[in-house]
């Protein structure tokens, strides 16, 4: 009894050790590969409500629609248990690094932004809301069949809503 009680003593500072040193780099590279990868997280950018009212539209202090970037947007609104959401993250991910420097790639995790996401009319996720510089948003929902058309449906509304094309 007493060698395993000293046995325990030794070793379970050593776990406890193991485990928080971790746990920081786990989670970061899980949230980096859950939107691409590192190059990904410069690409696509997270936005709590406070930032949204700065960049998208403030939505608190205006009656109407009054987009505030410099570029049109892509906004996914998404949540980290969400199936789907998990399958267009990557997709999202490599459309905003094709896109960059034509639009805004924006993410908003609707978990931590009940608010915003319940100003915006999101019911189900992922959802997608599509801000032209100029005109009124377009907000779409679901995925395509495959990874493939997914993405197409992507480049579409990008084209079309977007960038006019």
Not at 3 to 19: D, E, G, M, R
Not at 54 to 69: A, H, I, L, R, T
Not at 116 to 125: C, D, F, H, R
Request: hydrophobic share 35%; aromatic share 8%; net charge negative.
């Amino acid at each position: 009894m007493k060698k395993l009680t000293f046995f325990l003593l030794i070793l379970t500072p050593l776990l406890i050790q193991a485990c928080q040193g971790t746990g920081d780099s786990e989670n970061k590279n899980q949230k980096a590969s859950m939107v691409g990868g590192e190059d990904a997280n410069k690409a696509v950018t997270h936005l709590t409500a406070e930032e949204f009212r700065e960049k998208v539209v403030d939505y608190k202090n205006s009656e109407k629609w009054d987009y505030q970037g410099d570029k049109p947007c892509l906004i996914d609104f998404y949540a980290d248990w969400c199936g789907p959401c998990k399958t267009t993250s990557p997709i999202i991910a490599d459309i905003a690094k094709e896109y960059q420097g034509k639009i805004h790639v924006y993410k908003v995790d609707v978990d931590k932004e009940r608010e915003l996401a319940s100003v915006m009319g999101i019911q189900s996720i992922p959802a997608f809301l599509y801000c032209p510089v100029e005109g009124k948003p377009r907000m779409s929902s679901g995925i395509g069949q495959s990874k493939a058309d997914t993405r197409q449906m992507f480049k579409d509304n990008i084209e079309q809503i977007l960038l006019n094309n």
